[in-house]
């Protein structure tokens, strides 16, 4: 049977996942994860002609030492870990995932927020500590508590998550702010209105991005676009952290021109204990979990199955290269 070599998975399936669909299409070999080294990289792919990976960038020096290698299937949607022009003028197939975990993602966004508004994980910390006891009140609150309904959402980027989250926050009473450069006319209502950036910062309450990091995205979210936004805006980010100049986002959170920030991610994965973020007043960082649910990373797999099934039978999809 051919090999197939899945580079790092266990990000993915952790040991809640079966690969048995997997399994049937090859020789299976998995490696929970696969060191940035491209010598040991070509050791482990060395003859196996479809490779899976996530986050173990190939490039093409490994890509052109591997003369069986056919297929290379992200398991991921972004797939800039792949060289794919090097991939495309070297035969190689690339296929990502191009969406499972839309549902996941929208509602970490919205959980994001929500934690914001009203720091559950704090105020239950406090009970347990006895201070709810010992309280001479019925009640008592640590932060500010904030109502959603009647403000609005700035979504940067009307995509399926984006759509999503737009309509989980038009549930909670909010209205919805879009820009997107692709524009679906049929999404707008009298709660939903696309905008240019510019209105969207200048409007917004809440600002949630869910947009792909390319060279134009990158630190969209910086001093000059902030000093544009409303005193005491929300940032909401779970797509990309370099779509923030982080250093500008810790000293207006600092300084209290932004009132609180939401994030999943980070410019460098793991966080660095340098990152400004972690000493920022009023910023939640998770560890990039938003995509992580089991029934998110069950499509996942599912999709990246089907993704070599049809490589197989000559009908590849999802192809980026």
């Known amino acids: ?22 399994e049937k299409l090859g020789d299976l070999t998995v490696y929970d994860r696969t060191a940035q080294d491209d010598d040991l990289i070509r050791e482990r792919i060395a003859d196996a002609p479809y490779v899976f990976t996530n986050k173990t960038a190939l490039n ?8 069986n290698l056919l297929f290379i299937g992200v398991l991921a949607t972004g797939y800039n870990v792949v060289d794919v022009v090097s991939a495309k003028k070297l035969g190689i197939t690339v296929s990502n995932i191009p969406t499972y975990g839309t549902d996941a993602v929208a509602q970490f966004a919205i959980a994001l927020l929500l934690e914001v508004c009203h720091h559950i994980g704090h105020h239950d910390q406090q009970v347990h500590a006895k201070r709810w006891e010992q309280n001479p009140d019925w009640c008592f609150w640590d932060y500010p508590l904030i109502e959603l309904s009647g403000k609005t959402m700035g979504v940067i980027g009307l995509g399926r998550i984006g759509q999503k989250t737009a309509q989980i926050a038009q549930a909670l009473g909010m209205s919805v702010l879009a820009y997107d450069t692709y524009q679906v006319e049929e999404l707008q209502s009298d709660t939903l209105r696309y905008v240019s950036l510019d209105e969207l910062f200048r409007l917004s309450d809440v600002i949630t991005l869910h947009i792909p990091l390319f060279p134009e995205t990158q630190g969209i979210i910086n001093k000059d676009s902030i000093e544009t936004m409303k005193d005491g805006v929300i940032i909401i980010n779970n797509s990309r952290g370099p779509l923030i100049v982080e250093e500008d986002l810790a000293r207006v959170l600092n300084s209290g021109k932004v009132r609180a920030a939401g994030l999943d991610v980070v410019s460098t994965e793991p966080i660095k204990a340098d990152n400004p973020l972690l000493h920022a007043k009023n910023c939640i960082i998770t560890p990039h979990i938003s995509w992580a649910p089991r029934e998110s990373r069950q499509r ?4 990246a199955v089907e993704n070599l099934q049809q490589f197989i039978n000559g009908n590849p999809i999802h192809v980026v290269s």
């Open 1 to 22: 049977m051919n090999k197939i070599v899945v580079l790092d998975g266990y990000t993915l399936n952790p040991g809640d996942l079966s690969y048995s669909a997997l």
């Open 60 to 67: 093409e020096q490994v890509m052109q030492s591997c003369p």
């Open 300 to 303: 996942l797999l599912d999709i």
